[in-house]
């Protein structure tokens, strides 16, 4: 790759830090795995650079959840414990990762009536992965998808990929404090309590460390305590089975989901998938030719069940605006459509 094209990822990328690899292209070859788990090391480093100890505690949060998801099969399994894990986990992707996440932080694809509705998400998203560790690759991964410097993707490799969840977490701190400003404004619809540039410039992230840490402990009190209300502790430990196979899919998915193999066609395009689809929404060809919709279901035989549940709120009165209709060229797409 030539020093001008690196200037040019570099300048695409600048809120992200640069792989330890490096950036593989100008096509998108995969990295080693030698070179994926040295990167992954780097950003779970903690007893380096405190400023990794967020994507350290997360990586420990999933394996901590897989423990228990091992756990609850071996020592209750039956159909019955089966089938609510894996409601459990499509629960968890549809309402929060799809609906919250995907389309609402990512995509501003509708609007709550106030803060306070997305305040209410955000102090009961039982994934514990801050909204803006989502959000930020998640552009930049719909500005170049599959391209050198996308942070996840199928030319990563599946395993690159699988562990991007930490990597993808490595916030660029040496943004001026103009881009720091533009950046945490773009996120001030998540509704979450922000740092200083100078508590960035220490943590690395744009919400406040104490403010996501208390969010945290409140949804990871809340769902055990319903879990067990319901079933006592094996509802517990299904609750938390759940929440892993959630988190194992979507990583998967980042792979899967675009990869030349399963999710996309001759020209590298991703593919709808009936599986994603009806799980979670997630029509993946749908929503890359047009992200900014409410709804990625545009056949009538494609199931979204996340658009139904935006609508619902805004029957409720909780939205007050999503964008619904398909855009008749790239000019209306961006301004998008509201209903």
């Given at each position: 790759?030539?020093?001008?094209?690196?200037?040019?990822?570099?300048?695409?990328?600048?809120?992200?830090?640069?792989?330890?690899?490096?950036?593989?292209?100008?096509?998108?070859?995969?990295?080693?795995?030698?070179?994926?788990?040295?990167?992954?090391?780097?950003a779970?480093?903690?007893?380096?650079?405190?400023a990794?100890?967020?994507?350290?505690?997360?990586?420990?949060?999933?394996?901590?959840?897989?423990?228990?998801?091992?756990?609850?099969?071996?020592?209750?399994?039956?159909?019955?414990?089966?089938?609510?894990?894996?409601l459990?986990?499509c629960?968890?992707?549809?309402?929060?990762?799809?609906v919250?996440?995907?389309?609402?932080?990512?995509?501003?694809?509708?609007?709550?009536?106030?803060l306070?509705?997305?305040?209410?998400?955000?102090?009961?998203n039982?994934?514990?992965?801050?909204?803006?560790?989502?959000?930020?690759?998640?552009?930049?991964?719909?500005?170049?998808?599959?391209?050198?410097?996308?942070?996840?993707?199928?030319?990563?490799?599946?395993?690159?990929?699988?562990?991007?969840?930490?990597?993808?977490?490595?916030?660029n701190?040496?943004?001026?404090?103009?881009?720091?400003?533009?950046?945490?404004?773009s996120?001030?619809?998540c509704?979450?309590?922000k740092?200083?540039?100078a508590?960035?410039?220490?943590?690395?992230?744009?919400?406040?460390?104490?403010?996501?840490?208390?969010?945290?402990?409140?949804?990871?009190?809340?769902?055990p305590?319903l879990?067990?209300?319901v079933?006592?502790w094996?509802?517990v430990?299904a609750?938390?089975?759940?929440?892993?196979?959630?988190?194992?899919?979507?990583?998967?998915?980042?792979f899967?989901?675009?990869?030349s193999?399963?999710?996309?066609?001759?020209?590298?395009?991703?593919?709808?998938?009936?599986?994603?689809?009806?799980?979670?929404?997630?029509?993946?060809e749908?929503?890359?030719a047009?992200?900014?919709?409410a709804?990625?279901?545009l056949?009538?035989?494609q199931?979204?069940?996340?658009?139904?549940?935006?609508?619902?709120?805004?029957?409720?009165?909780?939205?007050?605006?999503?964008?619904?209709?398909v855009?008749?060229?790239?000019?209306?797409e961006?301004?998008?459509?509201?209903?």
């Amino acid at each position: 790759m030539s020093d001008e094209m690196v200037r040019q990822y570099e300048y695409r990328q600048g809120v992200l830090m640069k792989p330890t690899y490096g950036y593989v292209g100008p096509c998108p070859l995969r990295p080693t795995t030698r070179e994926v788990l040295a990167e992954w090391f780097d950003a779970v480093s903690f007893w380096k650079d405190a400023a990794r100890l967020i994507p350290a505690s997360y990586a420990a949060y999933h394996l901590m959840t897989f423990g228990v998801f091992v756990f609850f099969l071996v020592h209750y399994f039956s159909v019955w414990a089966v089938l609510s894990v894996v409601l459990i986990a499509c629960f968890v992707g549809t309402v929060y990762n799809t609906v919250w996440y995907h389309r609402y932080c990512s995509h501003q694809a509708f609007k709550f009536r106030n803060l306070w509705f997305a305040r209410l998400f955000l102090w009961t998203n039982p994934i514990s992965f801050r909204e803006e560790s989502y959000v930020i690759p998640h552009r930049i991964h719909h500005s170049k998808s599959d391209e050198p410097g996308d942070p996840y993707g199928p030319h990563l490799g599946w395993l690159g990929s699988y562990l991007a969840t930490e990597t993808q977490q490595k916030t660029n701190r040496n943004l001026n404090p103009a881009e720091f400003e533009r950046v945490a404004k773009s996120l001030d619809h998540c509704g979450f309590l922000k740092n200083s540039y100078a508590q960035f410039q220490r943590t690395g992230s744009i919400e406040n460390v104490w403010h996501y840490g208390a969010r945290v402990a409140v949804a990871n009190l809340i769902w055990p305590a319903l879990a067990y209300a319901v079933a006592g502790w094996p509802g517990v430990w299904a609750w938390i089975s759940g929440v892993f196979l959630f988190s194992f899919v979507v990583r998967d998915f980042n792979f899967r989901g675009h990869s030349s193999f399963f999710g996309t066609d001759q020209h590298g395009m991703p593919v709808n998938q009936v599986v994603y689809g009806i799980i979670a929404g997630e029509w993946h060809e749908n929503h890359h030719a047009h992200p900014r919709l409410a709804r990625s279901g545009l056949s009538w035989w494609q199931v979204d069940v996340p658009y139904w549940i935006i609508q619902l709120m805004k029957l409720c009165g909780a939205v007050t605006h999503y964008n619904s209709t398909v855009p008749a060229s790239p000019v209306t797409e961006t301004a998008g459509k509201m209903n």
